[in-house]
């Protein structure tokens, strides 16, 4: 049988590679979020040193209801110095993992 294909929109959000055997993701730099970020997978989530997760105007606009970052990886998230993710509503969720967060990392 075929290993499983990332679903499309989650293997461009991982910018540094997806993994479709274990649903492991990684951000290298920052990730397309145009009207907002809701992603999940049954792996981790390492986002890099200074990578910004943030929504790319003008879907930033709080009028319109502002911008949603919602990550589920249930094998846990792990985010690195320097990382900010910036949103009107942030949801890190970890099922089966911890979420890690550097001392220098901003939600």
Partial sequence: ADPPV???LLADFCTGGYDNRTGDCVLSRAPNC???CEFHSA???LVREGVVVQ???PC???SQG????SLHFAGGISLSAGVRVIG???DLSASAGAIVVSP???V
Avoid: F, H, Q
């Fill in 88 to 90: 009107s509503t942030v």
């Fill in 34 to 36: 145009s009207a907002g």
């Fill in 60 to 62: 930033y606009d709080y």
């Fill in 104 to 106: 220098t990392a901003r």
């Fill in 66 to 69: 502002g911008c949603r970052i």
């Fill in 55 to 57: 929504c790319l105007r």
């Fill in 43 to 45: 792996g981790t989530l």
């Fill in 6 to 8: 990332a679903p499309p």
